[in-house]
């Protein structure tokens, strides 16, 4: 068997096949009969109830830059093509290079993640170095180090090359970690949990896969140098060294750094700076392949206070009377606090190893499997003498980490008339939660903190075993039944009397580990079913339910079990999806068309929501019950070959069924933070001037308005932020070099304007409390407004 074909075979066990049956087998019944029986397997129906309105999400869109079929032998890279999606019963979206790149040559993973429907991005910086607060159809995922409460934070799950990089115990990404968006191939969205074998732990509102470039079959090399305002400078490259002997190997890398457009009036420019690196190697060998990758990235930032919108009496630039009032209104749109009165260092970095297998043990029979370990860190490093009173928590050293390894092994059959795929994962986890508050001139070190501090620690075991069958009784018709059995194990143990053992001596009821240790394992059962319906050869009808559940987010200032009794029921959530593809391939005009139209409708329960002061102490928590419903578009063309064309929008309403804190309800009020629409569209074209490829660009990005967060009681409210959009400009020429130089074929230069009117918008708000920034500024809005224009120029070689 050749190394094509092995490979072939595999993608076929790995689910993407074309199954052919009549008769659903005796397996499929009974997952068909967990799926519309739940009770009678076992499964937990919690408070869920039948939509009102159906609903589904997005699917997928391609980039014409980025052909799988010359990278060898992954799954990941193959889920990135049109045809793939089209065949797909689950809701998807696909962001290819041209769509990336709309981000800018310094944007990161979020920013690229904001050009998806139904995608709202919120941070304070606009590089891959600074942390995001994403949303996918509503539900959240990372955290900018925004106010208020989290609402369905860590619902989102994330992979990288398919190895999941959410930490279990917060159930948080930062988007940080992957700061670098020119080593991505690109970036894969599942709206919904999707299926039982991609599955992970958090998937209730959907899946982020980043794609990295993979080892291909020819040798090559690409490099690209960046600079733009704010003295913003970037290099990313990769060296392939194609097929020898069956191996094949990518090195890529990238790394960063820029001030920010928030300067301070003693001449700080919050800096920030990224790094990424990853190395593949593949062998391919009879019937299968075997590959090692390892992958190590850190993002780090200045995180600059968030602005009122108009004065307010006693919040001044350094909080002490007598000096300039500090709002948006007065001392500038952009302005922000002087690094000696209030900074925050903000960083985080993960690196993983991983290796993957995949054999072909007979015509019938595949096996794989895939075994991880990864590990990340955070370090928010913060001076707060707002006010000028020396306080007692004057400094915050908070490290946290967090290390996973895991395993995950399946099997798959291409049957007849059914594509079957069974197996399972396991995966052991340990996040330390250690911070320390404190003032040298009390005597306080981040060693022996003199004011808070805690370093408790979660051990958790995460157990998962699958079974789907893709089933085809007609051609054109295929149906996924699938279910999943899962157990999560938590043991916590307060350590802070050990490993602040000289603060506990002195300040015991400062730790804000305050309960013994603890353990909970819940067992639940999670159907699944979708459909793909093909009448005609460009059209298809899909749709998918599912249930999933997750552990809430641990950690932080206090919360589940380090100041409230680890009593409580796993977040759950039912997603409903459908809606109608079109595909179309070297059709007159509509030459690699791809357009989905989709609803969803996902019923949130049993959601714990903590709730923690400006310092990031643990205050209280409500519990919620909410409903997301909408519509997703997205359509893309390469209308002339040379003029490539997309659009995506979102519509959405998200409201609470259910929301109480303090005994006080705020039921059916919107969820806080998600925007009602969203819309991008952009065209380029390409044609070629005295020799030189050239690609114009014009694409627009709109972000409607969305309802805040009160901080001040601790709960959504109707308060809205208004809407805001950008207008875009870039220019790409390519430079052949027909020998010149050897190895080297081409040159390109580019240049990308963003926000080219210089719009002044706010991409995040609140309702503070007033503990930020005193005064009076309890009930008042706080912002962080978006980038100003930005201009960017590059240059790269290809060899």
């Not at 159906?54 to 045809?83: F, I, N, R």
């Not at 600059?304 to 002490?320: M, R």
């Not at 794989?368 to 913060?382: A, K, S």
Request: aromatic letters at 14%.
């Amino acid at each position: 068997m050749s190394n094509r074909n092995t490979i072939a075979t595999l993608r076929t066990h790995a689910g993407h096949g074309v199954p052919r049956s009549l008769t659903p087998s005796p397996l499929v019944l009974a997952l068909m009969g967990a799926m519309f029986c739940p009770a009678a397997f076992g499964a937990d129906l919690g408070s869920a109830t039948a939509p009102t309105q159906s609903a589904a999400v997005s699917v997928g869109e391609v980039s014409a830059a980025a052909a799988a079929e010359s990278y060898l032998g992954s799954a990941q890279a193959q889920s990135l093509t049109q045809k793939h999606n089209f065949n797909s019963g689950q809701s998807i979206k696909v962001l290819g290079k041209e769509q990336i790149a709309a981000a800018g040559p310094l944007g990161g993973s979020a920013q690229a993640l904001s050009y998806a429907p139904g995608v709202g991005v919120s941070s304070y910086g606009n590089t891959g170095a600074t942390k995001n607060s994403i949303s996918i159809n509503g539900i959240k995922q990372g955290w900018g180090g925004f106010s208020g409460g989290q609402i369905d934070d860590g619902s989102l799950s994330v992979t990288f090359d398919g190895v999941p990089m959410v930490d279990p115990g917060t159930g948080l990404w930062e988007s940080p970690q992957v700061p670098q968006t020119g080593i991505l191939q690109g970036i894969n969205i599942t709206y919904g949990p999707g299926n039982p074998e991609n599955r992970w732990y958090n998937n209730i509102g959907g899946q982020i896969d980043f794609v990295p470039l993979q080892p291909t079959a020819k040798p090559g090399g690409d490099i690209k140098l960046t600079y733009g305002n704010y003295d913003s400078k970037n290099i990313v490259f990769n060296i392939r060294t194609g097929s020898i002997d069956g191996w094949s190997t990518i090195i890529a890398g990238g790394a960063g750094s820029s001030q920010s457009y928030r300067q301070s009036p003693d001449g700080f420019n919050n800096p920030s700076y990224s790094y990424a690196w990853f190395l593949k190697t593949r062998k391919t060998f009879s019937n299968g392949d075997f590959s090692v990758g390892a992958y190590l990235a850190k993002g780090s930032g200045y995180r600059p206070v968030p602005i009122p919108l108009n004065p307010i009496n006693g919040v001044t630039l350094t909080g002490a009377a007598g000096s300039p009032l500090y709002s948006q209104a007065t001392t500038g749109f952009y302005s922000s606090l002087p690094k000696g009165i209030w900074y925050k260092q903000d960083s985080n970095s993960t690196w993983l190893v991983y290796s993957k297998l995949n054999v072909a043990l007979d015509k019938t029979w595949g096996l794989h499997n895939m075994v991880w370990y990864r590990y990340g860190h955070r370090l928010h490093f913060h001076y707060n003498n707002y006010g000028l009173g020396n306080p007692s928590n004057l400094y915050e050293y908070n490290n946290p980490h967090d290390s996973v390894y895991g395993d995950k092994l399946w099997l798959s059959a291409k049957l007849p008339y059914n594509d079957v795929s069974f197996g399972g994962y396991f995966l052991t986890s340990r996040y330390n939660t250690r911070n320390a508050f404190y003032n040298p001139a009390d005597g306080g070190t981040r060693f022996v903190p003199d004011a808070h501090y805690r370093s408790d620690y979660f051990d958790q075991t995460f157990l998962a075993a699958f079974l789907q069958d893709r089933i085809s009784p007609l051609s054109n018709l295929h149906i996924t039944p699938g279910i999943r059995f899962i157990n999560l194990q938590t043991h916590y143990t307060p350590a802070g009397q050990t490993d602040f053992a000289q603060a506990y001596a002195l300040y015991p009821k400062n730790d804000q580990g305050q309960l013994p240790a603890a353990n909970t394992s819940f067992t639940k059962v999670e159907p699944s079913v979708d459909f793909n319906w093909q009448p005609l050869h460009w059209l298809a009808v899909f749709a998918s339910y599912a249930q999933a559940y997750k552990e809430p987010q641990f950690g932080g200032g206090g919360g589940l079990f380090q100041k409230k009794a680890p009593i409580y029921n796993l977040e759950k959530g039912a997603d409903y999806n459908a809606g109608v593809k079109v595909h179309f391939d070297n059709a007159p005009y509509l030459h690699h068309f791809l357009a989905t139209a989709s609803f969803y409708h996902l019923h949130y329960t049993n959601q714990y929501i903590p709730l923690y002061d400006a310092n990031g102490n643990y205050i209280g928590d409500a519990n919620g019950d909410s409903i997301y419903q909408g519509v997703n578009i997205a359509i893309e063309d390469d209308i002339l070959y040379n003029l490539h064309v997309f659009a995506n929008a979102n519509f959405e309403k998200a409201t609470f069924d259910h929301y109480v804190t303090s005994g006080v309800s705020y039921d059916g009020l919107p969820v806080s933070n998600v925007p009602n629409k969203t819309f991008n569209i952009g065209a380029s074209y390409r044609y070629y001037l005295s020799g030189i490829l050239l690609k114009p660009s014009l694409w627009y990005q709109y972000v409607g308005a969305q309802s805040l967060f009160d901080n001040n009681a601790g709960a959504p409210s109707t308060t809205k932020m208004p809407g805001y959009g950008t207008v875009n400009l870039g220019l790409h020429g390519t430079v052949p070099m027909q020998g010149s130089v050897p190895m080297l074929k081409t040159v390109d230069f580019s240049v990308d304007i963003l926000n080219i009117a210089n719009n002044h918008y706010n991409e995040f708000e609140y309702i503070t409390g007033g503990g930020l920034l005193g005064g009076d500024s309890a009930g008042q809005i706080l912002a962080l407004p978006g980038a100003p224009l930005t201009v960017y120029g590059s240059i790269s070689a290809h060899f």
